[in-house]
């Protein structure tokens, strides 16, 4: 147990003041232009997949590129449900990758947990010096949470730019597309795409075949990422030997 000499969470406050949480106690403000973007393509998503004319028209002039590529006649709608859930997979998993830092989000994680388990430890034993410390630090966790959770949330109008299209045109190939829609799983036989269980069963054929790719992907682009840093930083811990060096 930590004595009333001893600094609890001190090690905590300086990992807080290495990773530019702000100092003061008091989280930044929410980014208004990014939760009004946000709202907009919220909005703009709902419009287009709930209103049949939008979304047919929409899909037409999608289909003009996808058509040739992925969509082989209507004849595997398998396939085509497959290879298009990969292309957006592929594009959106790629973005988020790229413009979201994965070691500093990593480190931001790390560091909650050990100022939870530290405040869970303090409450336990009743030590209300410890308990004072740590919810002095509160205002700093909020504040780089706060940050981790907008960097990832600018993304989405972004990506969502490209994948509403893209349902929209699948959509159309489901429903106005096909002769025939039926479909097997090791749970169902003889399904229809056209059906629904809580969501289409087209919608839950593509999240089944597609949401593994995605894990997949993400984790090898994590560990690349993780992977260069380590380099960096070995890369950089050798020059200061050199450097140090007689």
Known sequence: MCGRGCLPGRWLSGILARTKVGAGGRPPKPDMGNQLMLLLAFMVAIFVLFDPNIRQTLG????????????????????????????????????RHFFIDWVAQARSQRISAAFNKELREARTSNNTFKLKKLQEMQPEMMAQGLRTSQSQMKLMPVTMIVIIPIFAWLANFVYMGLGSTTFSVPWEFNSSMRNSNLLPNWVLLYSLMTLPFGQVLQKLLKQFSFSKRLRELEAGEGVKAEEKAP
């Open 60 to 95: 037409t002039y999608v289909g003009y590129g996808l058509e040739p590529l992925v969509g082989f006649g209507g004849e595997i709608p398998i396939v085509t449900l497959l290879l298009t859930g990969l292309i957006m997979t592929f594009f959106s998993t790629t973005v």
